[in-house]
């Protein structure tokens, strides 16, 4: 099967290219220093970034440590995910013979009740026993769900014994959670004997997208100055902003203030690299936002000008929750398209403990290339990186598939170790 390759803007692949060709070049000093990161800090259980590639720079926009989205990798990653599940396992609970995958309390949305049922298949070809438990209050008994694929995932209602968690007898010996706790942390796992990993503090009732780019930033400076490039080919600028209120319109002057100042430190960037396009800022709700809470802003009057419908429409995030803090984050261009339409695309990267396992395009037919692509109407397509993305060519041209894949492989293992930092700082 050939899978599809996006094309780049090639006149704006200048700085990208030097960026690609200096990571071949610098493959072994990379993989060395990665090395001694995970040494001092291990990496989370499992993790996905979404990445931009603007051809002037590549970057991480957003990364999540409860990763759905499985049954969009192409089966050709399954061993490379079957070996770093084992690996993981290894590490954070060596004697696991059972798991329990803590899932999202959404059952109506079947492709991701397929995501689930595809991980529990990793595990089980790993050979560790695992199933499905759910925290919904209204699950009383299991349920059976028929997938498009064929396939059934059967959830089960989550019980506690003592200082165990449990799906009536079957008593696990990792809890792996899927579930991200935008609604807080469920008092039926806390405490427990039982290994649980991504911890508890790790949901987004705890953490804040601004302080996971405040390592990623560290990170990035670090790396940069390992390889010897400037950290905003890899980075976006970004910026916090507290106690907003936006059907209120409280703190709305604040925030356009800062929108300004971010634009303008953008602008200064790209007049260093004659990047002639318009800069744009992406303001997001500081924790998960499932696409939701999220709006493109090119001028800070778009900010003071905004109508009753968009402040509604900014001032909620998943499970209903009130947006209080937002992210300003330096909006990176996507000029990946794929297909006979041009679709716009962006990669997201897989990774299990510190490998990368696959990963897949985000391609929205009806959005630009400067707008969220996680949206109704996307589609995905797989990367075509089941070898390629651990093993580059340095034969070949810096933009190759191969070597593109690479570099996608290394942004996305910076943003993992600036999460396994942020967690362990939790």
Sequence with gaps: MTLAVPNLTTALQGPLLHLEAHLLDNQMKVEAWLREQWLETPAPFYASVDLRNAGFKLAPVDTNLFSAGFNNLSPSFMPLCVQ????????????????????????RNLFYLESLEVL?????QAGIEARIGSLRDDLTEALSVELPSGKRCLLEPL??????????????????????LSGGRPAILENLEQQVTPPLSAGWSNRKKSDHFEHYQTVAAKFAEQVGIDPWLVSPLSLQCGE????????????????????????????QYGIEKEPFVVVKSDTGTYGMGIMMVKSAEEIENLNRKQRNKMSSSKEGLEVENVL??????TFETIGDDNAVAEPVVYMIDHFVVGGFYRV????????????????FEPLAFAQSCNTPDKQGAPDDGPNRFYAYGVIARLALLAAAREIAEL
């Design 84 to 107: 770093a599940v084992q690996s993981a396992v290894e590490r954070v609970c060596p004697k696991a013979k059972k798991v329990l995958i803590v899932a999202e309390n959404h059952t």
């Design 120 to 124: 529990r298949g990793i595990f089980e």
């Design 159 to 180: 019980t506690r014994v003592d200082d165990r968690v449990a799906l009536g007898d079957y008593s696990p010996c990792l809890v792996l959670l899927n579930n991200d």
């Design 244 to 271: 907003v209120n936006f059907k209120e319109r409280l703190g709305i002057e604040c925030l356009s203030g800062n929108v300004a100042d971010l634009l303008g430190q953008i602008q200064a960037k790209y007049d």
């Design 328 to 333: 300003i984050q330096e909006g990176v261009y």
């Design 364 to 379: 929205h037919t009806g959005r630009d290339e400067n707008e969220n692509l996680n949206a109704p109407g996307m589609h």
